[in-house]
T-cell receptor
Framework: AQSVSQHNHHVILSEAASLELGCNYS??????LFWYVQYPGQHLQLLLKYFSGDPLVKGIKGFEAEFIKSKFSFNLRKPSVQWSDTAEYFC????????????FGTGTSLTVIP | NAGVMQNPRHLVRRRGQEARLRCSPMKGHSHVYWYRQLPEEGLKFMVY????????ESGMPKERFSAEFPKEGPSILRIQQVVRGDSAAYFCASSSQQGAAYEQYFGPGTRLTVT
């Protein structure tokens, strides 16, 4: 079945640790890839997106993600996390020419310990 | 510039009652998407609407659920005769036009609890 998979459901890190959250998708053909963040009590916000071009995408707040087509992956990274990065992170895909609705992963809850 | 507004933020209904969830898109946006997030699951697409038109309702349950986006006023997601399994967070998103290049902006969600 077509899906978006986030393998890490809960991640706990100390401040200054490096972060990598996995995201894999199973849709064939061209896809658009996104990472959204939901801080406690707030709405979803776009961190970064990939449509085409350089597979290494830089987003807000020091986050980046790398699209590896051969692995159907779009992992999110940050070299040094802060307590304020505590949030829920969602990977999502849209399929061109299908109405632009998002297909989301189940999310990864990140807790950063000061 | 006000973002996507949803109300109410929290809604409690007894089994069998009706739930109405409202979404006001960002100013100038005419495309609205509804998503549902069940406990321990990711957001699932429900329906995509433009003004006065349902474009794609492939994610909507076949019964009890309906959505509209009238010419004037907010988009409404209506759930009739709610059951406990309808308890979830319902998010809407809006964009100015269709297409991957046009970012979707999400609202804060409505958390529906069915008792």
């Amino acid at each position: 079945a077509q899906s978006v998979s986030q393998h890490n459901h809960h991640v706990i890190l100390s401040e200054a640790a490096s972060l990598e959250l996995g995201c894999n998708y199973s849709y064939g053909g061209t896809v658009n890839l996104f990472w959204y963040v939901q801080y406690p009590g707030q709405h979803l916000q776009l961190l970064l997106k990939y449509f085409s071009g350089d597979p290494l995408v830089k987003g807000i707040k020091g986050f980046e993600a790398e699209f590896i087509k051969s692995k159907f992956s779009f992992n999110l990274r940050k070299p040094s996390v802060q307590w304020s990065d505590t949030a829920e992170y969602f990977c999502a895909v849209t399929l061109p020419n299908t109405g632009n609705q998002f297909y989301f992963g189940t999310g990864t809850s990140l807790t950063v310990i000061p | 510039n006000a973002g996507v507004m949803q109300n109410p933020r929290h809604l409690v209904r007894r089994r069998g009652q009706e739930a109405r969830l409202r979404c006001s898109p960002m100013k100038g946006h005419s495309h609205v998407y509804w998503y549902r997030q069940l406990p321990e699951e990711g957001l699932k697409f429900m329906v995509y609407l433009q003004k006065e038109n349902i474009i794609d309702e492939s994610g909507m349950p076949k019964e009890r659920f309906s959505a509209e986006f009238p010419k004037e006023g907010p988009s409404i997601l209506r759930i009739q005769q709610v059951v406990r399994g309808d308890s979830a967070a319902y998010f809407c998103a809006s964009s100015s036009q269709q297409g991957a290049a046009y970012e979707q902006y999400f609202g804060p969600g409505t958390r529906l609890t069915v008792t």
